[in-house]
């Protein structure tokens, strides 16, 4: 008679552990949605398929949703639900709490698609189920956050923002609502100044320096206390000086943030890493930060000298793609590897997906720089292929890791 184990199903091992559960939704849902946009862009240039230009809500608040509030949240509760228990000794995020946070987010971005050409009923349900999933999530860490032996300070900073990123989401809910542009335009700027930006810096503050520190050779880790005062407050003051109207002050902030998070790549990139791809992503993608405000002062600098915006939309593009989506690579890449039980080092699939999404930042930043509308056209649509393509060989790859057992036989 057989008496071996059962092996365990499909769905026991994507939940075995809450990055399994959360990386694999936000693979999903970063599919879904840059899929969708893919065909937007493709269809505005040609014409075809004519389905994807007829949109109930403007294209620019319907790629805003998904990306802000689906995509990077799904990720990042990935990585927080991971890293909070061992940052503060405290306990596991449990697992009715991590799967039901992913399946809202996955299920609002399947709605929000939907309700962008169906009407504003599915809208306000993709809102309502992001909003449950952030707040699931939200309270999960906090749940950490109280029972813990200690607690640091990123773990408060990256509260703080997911807090702001929900009353943003509840402040988008509402513009939609209302069809109000104001209230979609301050959601939209209150969640990528006061939700994202702290949450990603803060990881790299606390994790850049350890991950750097416990694989070259003499490096001396630097993250003191009050770089991360001094960058995330910036950053609220930031949000708060855009929305009084006080245009003429953003230029200051954004000088003081290049200035800070240059001072942040510099003393964090070591040349020791040249043979560490796991590594030295980290750093190619925060150096993306500093250029995003280098490009923000010179477009508000532009508006005090002359009255006119410059650059476009660039500086938002090299922060969201080439920052946040390389630290994506860059941070899951590394989770995925380590919890799996394989070596700890990035694959050809993963580098030539960095190596794809930092040519993708490229080309929609030049997009926004360059006047001649085919060279626009191509850089735009280029960007957009560049980034699905390489996020679809990512994550076909790390789909059949989170559906299989370790391969050293542990749990998790």
Known sequence: ?????????????????????????????????????????????????????????APIWAHSFLMLFTVFPSFIFGFLFTTFPRWMNGPSVPRRAYVAAGMSLVAATVAWISGVHAGTGLQLVAAALAFAGLVIGLASLLGVLVDSQQVVSHAVVASIALSVGIVSLAGFGYGVWQANDFALHFAVRSALWGFLLPVFFAVCHRMVPFFSQNAVPGYQAWRPQWILAAVVSLAYARLLLGTTGALSSLVVVDLALALLTAACAVRWTSLGARGNPLLWTLYAGFAWLPVAMALQAARDGAFVLT????????????????????????????????????????????????????????????????TAPAAIRSLLLGSGILWLLAFAAWSLRHAGIYLSPRTDGKPG
């Open 307 to 370: 009255g006119e915006w410059a650059l476009g939309r660039a500086p938002i593009h090299a922060l969201g793609i080439g920052f946040f989506g390389g630290l994506l690579v860059a941070m899951v890449t590394r989770v995925t590897m380590g919890h799996s039980g394989r070596p700890l080092r990035m694959d050809q699939v993963a580098l030539a997906c960095f190596a794809g999404v930092q040519l993708a930042a490229v080309s929609r930043v030049a997009s926004e720089i360059v």
């Open 1 to 57: 008679m057989n008496t071996s184990p059962k092996a365990p199903s499909r769905w026991t091992l994507l939940t075995t552990a809450p990055h399994r559960t959360m990386f694999f939704c936000g693979t999903a849902n970063l599919l879904l949605a840059s899929t969708w946009w893919l065909t937007h862009l493709v269809a505005r240039y040609t014409g075809f398929p004519l389905f994807a230009l007829d949109v109930k809500v």
